[in-house]
């Protein structure tokens, strides 16, 4: 009888322990999310080398040169007569150069294979 009451006792302190109002804080890490994002095109480079144009067009100036699996979002796009040029931070590249994909999630992994 006295081993039922403290079996009682000790699962009674044990319950009551457990329910306790304890706030936990929960971290969310978001980076995985926006890496996810639609609104963004991102492009890898498929060509060894490419040189980023001042406009859309072969013939102007070179601004500056990427490489096979860089990663770039894409700031814009212009349709010529030559084709479709998309403009980067450094430049505008042709799509001939890249590969489009809809989330850099996807790119990376592209680029990852392709290096």
């Not at 996810?36 to 490419?50: F, G, K, N, Q, R």
């Given at each position: 009888?006295?081993?039922?009451?403290?079996?009682?006792?000790?699962?009674?302190?044990?319950?009551?322990?457990?329910?306790?109002?304890?706030?936990?804080?929960?971290?969310?890490?978001?980076?995985?999310?926006?890496?996810?994002?639609?609104?963004v095109e991102?492009?890898?480079?498929?060509?060894?080398?490419?040189?980023?144009?001042?406009?859309?067009?072969?013939?102007?100036?070179?601004?500056?040169?990427?490489?096979?699996?860089?990663v770039l979002?894409?700031?814009?796009?212009?349709?010529?007569?030559?084709?479709?040029?998309?403009?980067?931070?450094?430049?505008?590249?042709?799509?001939?150069?890249?590969?489009?994909?809809?989330?850099?999630?996807?790119?990376?992994?592209?680029?990852?294979?392709?290096?």
């Amino acid at each position: 009888m006295k081993t039922r009451y403290l079996f009682v006792a000790l699962l009674s302190v044990f319950l009551l322990s457990s329910c306790r109002n304890e706030k936990k804080t929960l971290l969310v890490d978001l980076s995985a999310v926006e890496n996810l994002a639609l609104s963004v095109e991102w492009a890898v480079i498929s060509d060894p080398y490419a040189a980023y144009r001042i406009k859309p067009q072969d013939e102007t100036n070179i601004m500056a040169h990427g490489r096979r699996g860089d990663v770039l979002p894409v700031v814009g796009k212009s349709l010529t007569k030559n084709g479709i040029w998309y403009q980067f931070a450094d430049g505008w590249l042709p799509s001939s150069a890249l590969q489009i994909y809809s989330n850099k999630l996807k790119a990376d992994s592209v680029a990852k294979s392709i290096k």
